[in-house]
């Protein structure tokens, strides 16, 4: 989790001072020091995401745990297959579709920043010196997968859902926190689904920069916080006009993505010595999805 870490830190230190700088400009065109920085924190934020599920494919397929031989393959996907198939393998229940389809439009973002795509882009000035909305075509030479083709609004770079630009250099501090949240959800899923070891996120440090970021702490403190409190914190951080849009990207209960659900523990039995319980609380039971079997379908 140090790439999602190093993205948080980025985001933080760098493009949310320019964001505040320029918070009442309309969009775009995306300051400079806003974008790179905007831009950055999504690449590095999917690509530990890919690499969270890497390793629970790993730990769960590919390692020799006590794991039972009746099901010795859970997951239908590989470790090199790309992010958004494992995301569809995933995610394939109909009350899961909003997240899946949020999540791989993050992708389409994320693959503008990754792989080149040149835009040509025009504004007309008027007369009194103001811009008109820039109209954007997609350069010769580069085309769009399938997958941001599919989900790309007519006759504007935006995907249909969330509104996420396809255009790089349109990549902005509010779109950027609007992919933690989904992302954050996401793995609180995991977290909930698989347990620890396997999706176990735990914690993160940086500094309280800029020195308002959270609260009741000393300006340029570190910090040991939880993807939680961050992503909180990152809301937070976001205009009034910027968080009812937020909200409405998402469309849904917006605890969803910041909150953690609380799962209730399960009933202590006292049964043993006092030796017994201790060691029962050192090393809980395993999770119980390795012993069942999997509930996607099997197929290639």
């Not at 990754?114 to 008027?126: D, G």
Request: charged content about 25%; some cysteine; overall charge positive.
């Amino acid at each position: 989790m140090q790439l999602v870490e190093a993205a948080l830190a980025v985001l933080q230190e760098k493009s949310l001072p320019v964001y505040r700088r320029n918070i009442d400009k309309p969009r775009p065109p995306v300051a400079h020091g806003e974008n790179t920085p905007a831009a950055i924190a999504v690449l590095l934020l999917l690509s530990g995401l890919d690499h969270h599920l890497a390793r629970l494919k790993y730990l769960r397929d590919c390692s020799k745990p006590s794991i039972s031989a009746k099901y010795p393959t859970y997951f239908n996907w590989t470790i090199g297959d790309e992010l958004s198939k494992k995301l569809e393998r995933l995610l394939f229940s109909r009350n899961e579709k909003r997240l899946r389809e949020q999540l791989i439009e993050c992708t389409i973002m994320r693959d503008s920043v990754a792989h080149p795509r040149l835009y040509w882009i025009s504004e007309t000035m008027r007369s009194d010196l103001s811009f008109s909305k820039p109209t954007v075509k997609l350069a010769l030479g580069a085309d769009l997968r399938a997958k941001a083709f599919k989900r790309k609004r007519k006759r504007i770079e935006y995907t249909n859902a969330l509104r996420l630009p396809l255009v790089p250099t349109w990549i902005s501090y509010p779109d950027a926190v609007t992919c933690l949240l989904v992302v954050h959800r996401f793995l609180n899923t995991l977290e909930r689904r698989y347990g620890n070891p396997y999706a176990w996120i735990g914690s993160f440090h940086t500094r309280n920069t800029p020195s308002d970021f959270f609260v009741n702490c000393k300006p340029n403190d570190l910090k040991s916080v939880t993807l939680d409190e961050w992503t909180k914190a990152f809301f937070a951080s976001l205009s009034d006009t910027d968080m009812r849009n937020v909200r409405k990207r998402l469309r849904g209960n917006i605890s969803l993505y910041l909150n953690k659900k609380i799962i209730p523990p399960r009933p202590f039995r006292n049964t043993g010595s006092i030796g017994d319980m201790l060691r029962a609380m050192r090393r809980p039971g395993t999770p119980s999805f390795l012993h069942k079997p999997p509930p996607w379908p099997m197929t290639p």
